[in-house]
């Protein structure tokens, strides 16, 4: 049979489509979690980490490169989404 796991489930918020300019990828962490703070509009602090699920480069208007990102967000406290984000 299965085992139960007594663990609390960790939850995670994957967003998609994060585009961040090529010229900015060696600050790319520091962006990603202020542009994920700001879409979950929380404080970065709130956020416990994050995980690069995908990365891609978007080229189609030279010369506006872009890298987009899909991401995976664990929060300190899932509490304090806020009810507007859309999922």
Not at 30 to 42: G, P, R, T, V
């Amino acid at each position: 049979g299965r085992k139960k796991c007594s663990e609390r489930k960790i939850r995670m918020i994957r967003i998609n489509q994060i585009k961040i300019p090529y010229q900015n990828q060696g600050q790319e962490y520091e962006i990603l979690k202020n542009k994920i703070s700001k879409l979950l509009k929380l404080s970065p602090s709130d956020i416990k980490s994050f995980e690069i699920v995908r990365k891609s480069v978007d080229g189609r208007y030279k010369p506006d490169i872009y890298f987009v990102y899909m991401v995976d967000v664990f929060l300190k406290d899932e509490r304090k989404i806020k009810k507007g984000i859309p999922k």
